[in-house]
């Protein structure tokens, strides 16, 4: 079945920068659109990136030119480079395909 799981998160001071990982399988990564969804503390999901199969990319507004989501098919590995980060990118983020997500990390962003 679907195995997604994202690497360590953390805590970063603002302006920093972070980068995810999301091992996948039981799926052929390659053939599939990838995204990357965050939840903030007491609110919904929001969805911040998608990488198509062939590598096109999309952003929601507030990470675009900040955040790159990149993807290593030979590994089955998803990435997010999050940089400049802020306060208001605390969240837990999930790497997803479709409805299926990971379990999730941590990452804070915090003086």
């Known amino acids: 079945q679907v195995q997604l799981v994202e690497s360590e998160g953390g805590l970063v001071q603002p302006g920093g920068s972070l980068r995810l990982s999301c091992a996948a399988s039981g799926f052929a990564f390659s053939l599939y659109r990838m995204s990357w969804v965050r939840q903030a503390p007491g609110k919904g999901l929001e969805w911040v990136a998608n990488?198509?199969?062939?590598?096109?990319?999309s952003y929601v507004d507030s990470v675009r030119g900040r955040f790159t989501i990149s993807r290593d098919n030979a590994k089955a590995t998803l990435y997010l480079q999050m940089n400049s980060l802020k306060p208001e990118d605390t969240a837990v983020y999930y790497c997803?395909?479709?409805?299926?997500r990971g379990q999730g990390t941590q990452v804070t962003v915090s003086s």
């Open positions: 997803a395909k479709s409805s299926a």
């Open positions: 990488i198509s199969s062939g590598g096109s990319t």
